[in-house]
């Protein structure tokens, strides 16, 4: 028996996540006797399916030849995901914070139907996450979505496996790479609109970076904490939001001569979900430079413990991914 995987989005991070799994399909066959298969992939306007399995590699090169992931026309992507077989759902179609966009039906679709579904889509989860939980838990589906927080680094199984047991206070971290970046090449003396133009020109920037530089990115990501480690039902009217657009130049030399570098920070708690531009005395964990994600969790037991990663980016992601669909595979043979 295999574990047959569906792929709503071929953009970066599906195919960065088909060139993981070819990777580490030997690993995989090592770990559980048994093969993770791509069966079908669709982008926005074209689909392919095969229930003997696709081959990944292909599936990225017919993507760099065609700018298509395959010969059917694509109309509806949840009913596509209807009208074939498969076990998981990996969604990673471009993400829409103000509707959940075509990745929330995707995701509609197959936890209703009892799939499995591994997404790093902020919009839905930000949006419609308690609705989603439900569903998954009504239909004795899983969700996972490690990558869509902190990219590579594993903030959310940190606090929801590694520190069972613990009570967490509150997490504070850096979400949003491009901010980061934009407010380290400040500190190098850089001007606002010149640094902005370079974390975009490295493609960390949403395709709108107004979502990055007016704080949503970031918010999207604490209603995610909040719900998933705190277990509040919010979403993203709940955050008290404010972005690093008014920092300027003197600002950040100010806080320099005293110091101290400007960090645009998420803060989740019971008593607070907010995003802000605050201070942070240089050397302190959150105080990381360029496009680096950090999150700080404050446990009653352990006291703070600091996590930085990558934020983003195509392989970077994809290891989220990977991880969820191993923790996913290893519960199969659990609960066999
Ligand atoms: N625009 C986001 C960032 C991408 O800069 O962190 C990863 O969510």
């Known amino acids: 028996m295999s574990i047959d ?19 580490r399909q030997g690993m995989i066959r090592e770990a559980f006797g048994t093969e993770a298969r791509i ?34 026309p694509l109309v509806d992507g949840a009913a596509f995901l ?4 498969y076990d998981v759902l990996v969604e990673v179609s471009p993400t829409d914070i103000v509707t959940g966009g075509a990745g929330l039906h995707h995701i509609r679709s197959a936890l209703g139907a009892g799939r499995h579904v591994i997404t790093v889509n ?30 590579a680094m594993p903030i959310i199984n940190l ?45 960390y920037a949403e395709a709108d970076p107004g979502y990055d530089i007016n704080g949503v990115d970031t918010a999207c990501k604490v209603v995610i904490l909040a719900n998933s480690v705190f277990g509040i039902d919010c979403s993203y009217e709940d955050v008290d ?55 700080q969790v404050n446990t009653d037991l352990a006291g703070p413990i600091s996590i930085s990663g990558r934020g983003a980016g195509r392989s970077e992601t994809a290891s989220a991914i990977l991880s969820d669909l191993l923790a996913m595979m290893r519960s199969f043979v659990n609960n066999k």
Do not use: W
Request: proline letters at 3%.
């Open 159 to 203: 606090c929801r496996e590694s520190l069972m047991g613990q009570e967490i206070g509150s997490v504070m971290g850096i979400l949003n790479g491009t901010c980061n970046f934009i407010l380290s090449r400040m500190d190098d003396g850089l001007p606002f609109e010149q640094a902005l133009k370079e974390a975009q020109e490295l493609g």
């Open 5 to 23: 995987i569906a792929i709503a989005g071929f953009g970066t991070v599906g195919q960065g996540f088909a060139e993981m799994l070819a990777l």
């Open 39 to 72: 069966v079908a992939a669709f982008d926005s306007s074209s689909a392919i399916y095969s229930e003997e399995g696709l081959d990944p590699m292909a599936l990225v090169a017919a993507k760099a030849e065609t700018g298509r992931v395959g010969d059917e």
């Open 122 to 151: 902020k919009g839905p989860l930000a949006l419609a996450f308690a609705e989603l939980d439900t569903l998954a838990k009504e239909n004795g589906a899983q969700m996972r979505f490690e990558g869509s927080v902190g990219g």
């Open 82 to 85: 209807e009208s074939i077989d």
């Open 241 to 295: 939001v404010t972005g690093i657009t008014a920092i300027s130049e003197e600002a950040v030399a100010m806080a320099a001569e005293q110091n101290y570098c400007i960090r645009l920070i998420g803060e989740i708690s019971p008593e607070r979900l907010e995003v802000s531009p605050r201070l942070v005395t240089k050397g302190h964990p959150l105080s990381v430079t360029g496009t680096l994600n950090v999150a």
